[in-house]
């Protein structure tokens, strides 16, 4: 590892003074949670470079990577101590079809074995890689109880996600130590879901999705980013790790809880047969189904959340106090 050192440990222990300061390479460094993740390590102490697609600008903070040409600047990587991989194609995006869902799939998998791949062959490896995954891997399980030792649904989501989670496996099999970040609903007023449904509901238009009893696992983004710092600095955390909040909730009390904080109604449910009609396979596996996922590693690794509730996060996110 790097010789400079790092940051505390605020509560969580997700802080700076007696953690190495760490050179993190960042894909997907543009998107919402990738820019707020380089923001934060760089405010700490880390320094952050970028996996750019395009020709590196800034020779010493960019590295170039291409994963549908099969392109990555392996020799700038024997310099970072740390990859936190998030790049991928907006599953939400637009209505799913082949060609889409292949480059959804494609996007995750071919940069995954890229870097896992890269890294296994240096002579000078970075020894941790933290790589996006989604509790997509779980699928439609109604009411179950989930956590990392559940196994995998079905469906294309869960298909995607046990094929992206394998990619890594030139990583672990060089020694790496491989943390496979299951994220849930990201909430987040800047973009995602919550982003997405601010102005309907500001506009009192919102409302339950379906018959509202689907389980919705979310995490804030401001807890995630102190999940990935942690998740840099916890040696003993490897393999899937869920990246959700400690209380699912159904969208019927999501619904609830974003009316409350906004002080408009939710009188405007969208039936499911309209979101089937709407989105399609998307919307059925995006918007309908049900997945209760809880942060068990998380929390035995002695991870605590800022925003540990659904209206506790609305109200930090939209500048709501109790």
């Known amino acids: 590892m790097a010789s400079s050192r790092i940051l505390d440990r605020s509560e969580g222990g997700v ?9 993190v390479a960042i ?17 700490s102490g880390h320094r952050v470079v970028r996996l750019v697609r395009r020709e590196p600008r800034a020779e010493r903070d960019e590295i170039g990577f291409d994963p549908a040409q099969g392109r990555i600047e392996a020799e700038k990587l024997k310099a970072v101590d740390a990859i936190v991989h998030l790049a991928g194609e907006n599953v939400a995006a637009g209505r799913w079809n082949e060609r889409r869902k292949r480059l959804i799939r494609d ?15 240096l002579d000078r490896r970075p020894p941790t890689l933290i790589n996006a995954s989604a509790i997509g891997f779980y699928g439609d399980r109604t009411d179950e109880t989930l956590d990392e030792e559940s196994g995998p649904g079905t469906g294309f989501l869960p298909e995607t996600c046990i094929a992206w989670e394998a990619a890594t496996a030139a990583a ?18 800047a973009g995602g879901a919550l982003g997405r449904m601010l ?11 379906g018959d509202g009893r689907q389980w919705v696992s979310w995490i804030s983004v401001r807890d995630l980013i102190r999940v990935i ?12 790790v869920n990246a959700v909040g400690p209380e699912p909730v159904d969208n019927a009390e999501l619904t609830r809880a974003l009316s409350r904080v906004l002080r408009r109604p939710a009188l405007a449910p969208l039936p499911a047969w309209v979101v089937r009609r709407l989105f399609g396979q998307m919307g059925e596996e995006l918007l309908l189904s049900s997945t209760r996922v809880f942060p068990r590693r998380l929390e035995r690794s ?9 209206e506790s996060t609305l109200r930090f996110e939209l500048g709501r106090g109790e």
């Open 199 to 209: 102005t309907p509901f500001r506009m009192g238009l919102g409302g339950r999705i």
């Open 107 to 121: 996007s995750r998998v071919l940069g995954t074995r890229l870097i896992a791949e890269t890294v296994a062959a």
């Open 229 to 240: 710092e942690f998740a840099l600095s916890c040696e003993a955390l490897r393999g899937p």
């Open 172 to 189: 672990e099999l060089a020694g790496l130590r491989v943390v496979k970040l299951r994220t849930g609903v990201v909430l987040s007023k």
């Open 302 to 310: 002695g991870f605590r959340f800022d925003h540990p509730t659904i």
């Open 27 to 43: 894909s997907g460094a543009s998107g919402l949670v990738g820019s707020a993740l380089a923001s934060h390590l760089t405010a």
């Open 15 to 23: 802080s700076s003074g007696d953690r190495p300061r760490l050179c």
